[in-house]
């Protein structure tokens, strides 16, 4: 279910981007502009700013979000939290998926192939 995004959204989104909104509106009217990412992206945004200025209760944020987008809690912690996010890189030795925190602390090396 692709919701269309909304014209709030793409200021929002133009703001963030630092792109004329003009631009984000010609993309959309292409069909270039995905709706679910770049709603995905604001949430991110949205959260990283709340968390950054508020002592508030994560939890509590993801609610706040999850009204404000008319989204489901656990849709929105997927976006939130999501793996996809911190791109993954793979291990040198046996090309086993690590996070990219991973690969930098080990020189790009998973756990198991870590030289002890
Ligand atoms: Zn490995």
Redesign the pocket.
């Known amino acids: 279910m692709k919701t269309k995004i909304t014209p709030q959204e793409r200021m929002r989104l133009s703001v963030l981007l630092k792109l004329d909104e003009a631009v984000l509106q010609d993309l959309d009217k292409l069909g270039l502009l995905d709706s679910t990412k770049s709603r995905s992206y604001l949430i991110q945004a949205e959260y990283k700013q709340i968390t950054g200025q508020s002592k508030q209760l994560k939890q509590y944020i993801v609610m706040q979000l999850a009204r404000k987008y008319k989204m489901s809690i656990s849709a929105i912690e997927v976006i939130i939290y999501s793996k996809t996010v911190n791109k993954h890189c793979s ?6 998926k ?1 996070t990219k925190y991973k690969s930098t602390k080990n020189g790009g ?6 030289p002890i």
């Open positions: 291990c040198k030795v046996c090309q086993a690590i090396i998973c756990d198991d192939c870590k």
